[in-house]
């Protein structure tokens, strides 16, 4: 585990009962490429609707 880094079961829940994490938080290396990719797709989704957007009313 590395500094800053939360360790976790697999649904994302630490050590205290209810306190869920998720992100670059936790100490999961191959779960942090997923949520970045899975944030990436996020984002270039919102850019292309966010253009479509501004296409359609100008």
């Given at each position: 585990m590395k500094k800053g880094q939360i360790?976790?079961?697999?649904?994302?829940e630490t050590s205290v009962s209810g306190l869920f994490?998720?992100?670059?938080?936790?100490?999961?290396?191959a779960r942090q490429l997923i949520n970045a990719a899975a944030d990436g797709g996020d984002v270039a989704k919102f850019m292309i609707m966010k253009r479509l957007q501004e296409d359609f009313y100008k």
């Open positions: 360790i976790t079961d697999q649904f994302g994490v998720s992100g670059e938080t936790k100490a999961n290396f």
